[in-house]
Nanobody
Framework: QVHLVESGGGSVQPGGSLRLSCAAS????????MGWYRQAPGKQRELVAA???????NYRDSVKGRFTISRDNAKNTVYLQMNSLNPEDTAVYYC?????????WGQGTQVTVSS
């Protein structure tokens, strides 16, 4: 079992930046991967970025070059640096811990991009 708490969401103008944090209640190195997902109103939850315990990363195409996922194992925290935000990035962002076949989720943090 693990408790995930996201923070860092908010409202920004197009072109702005935010950094999301996901603090875990225990050692994240034990998970195969940590990820960020998002869900916009009326849409399915989608993977934004993920990072494995080995440090490999993958991103959905629409955020490549703009978002960066990173992890600090000593702090049991995963980050998502989001730059050049646009209105299509508006969603609730969820942290995920992959311990197949079990997946843990945080409560989500709202990101709103509008002028």
């Amino acid at each position: 079992q693990v408790h995930l708490v996201e923070s860092g969401g908010g409202s920004v103008q197009p072109g702005g930046s935010l950094r999301l944090s996901c603090a875990a209640s225990r050692n994240i190195f034990s998970f195969y991967a940590m990820g960020w997902y998002r869900q916009a109103p009326g849409k399915q939850r989608e993977l934004v970025a993920a990072i494995t315990s080995a440090g490999s990363t993958n991103y959905r195409d629409s955020v490549k070059g703009r978002f960066t996922i990173s992890r600090d194992n000593a702090k049991n925290t995963v980050y998502l640096q989001m730059n050049s935000l646009n209105p299509e990035d508006t969603a609730v962002y969820y942290c995920n811990a992959d311990q197949f076949p079990i997946y843990y989720w945080g409560q989500g943090t709202q990101v709103t991009v509008s002028s």
